[in-house]
């Protein structure tokens, strides 16, 4: 049966880690969904892993759209969350809802959104009218040349508490589940403590609600430069897809991973 956003919160009250991984295609959907992955996010980082841009910036609402149907069809069981692409969402939140909508037509059951204070109102427009939202702090890629590079965040004391300050207000707005990428693992474990919605963390320590890794990074089937918070599972799991999404799952689940050396 589909997992829903209340089996998820469900999840975080009773502490059980949730498991997450980007996803792009019916067949690795189903084999994720197969190997009891929670939620696969259609994240434009198939930007940079198919599409092969130094960035996510060129990644198209139709692009987002296409990999969502495609994943929708092949997992049976997964929550399945949708990236809005850069330029999709920042205009006016009626331009960000009609957006999102065809995402969700497309198979999502919740879009991505990336910022801080600035993404309220949208997210509360989106959220009343019927559309879940994930945020996303820390490390947001599709400002890396605000940001200049890919570097981490909420190093120093106020932006850190610009950081946590930021997730009670997309809290507030209605974001019900929180992406935190790249900080220090002690920043994410006091937003995790604070919140009353999951908090899925990309290099931000272990004690996220939950965990996510970019597929192909994971499965080291990427060319590019990986992250210090990226675990190579395909080696671990001595060249098998299938055990390295399963072994992925269990460590996430016990605690195991992220370990100190994947974390700032
Ligand atoms: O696009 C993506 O894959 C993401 C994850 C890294 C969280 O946003």
Redesign the pocket.
Known sequence: MRITLSNLHKMMREGEKITML?CYDASFASLLDAAGVDTL?I????GNVLQGHES?LPVTLRDIVYHTACVARGAKNAFIIG?MPFGTFQVSPQDAFRNAAEIMAAGAQMV?I?GGRSMLETIAFLTERGIPVCG?LGLT?QSVHQLGGYKVQGKAEDDAQRLLDDAGILEQAGAGMI?L?AIPAALASQVTAAARVPT?G?GAGVDCHGQ???LHDMLDVYPGKKAKFVKNYMKAAAGSIQDAVALYVAEVRSGKFPGREHSF
């Open positions: 980007t996010l994240g434009d980082s198939l996510t990236d991505k990336e996303h890629p992406v990428e899925i990309i996510v890794l970019v």
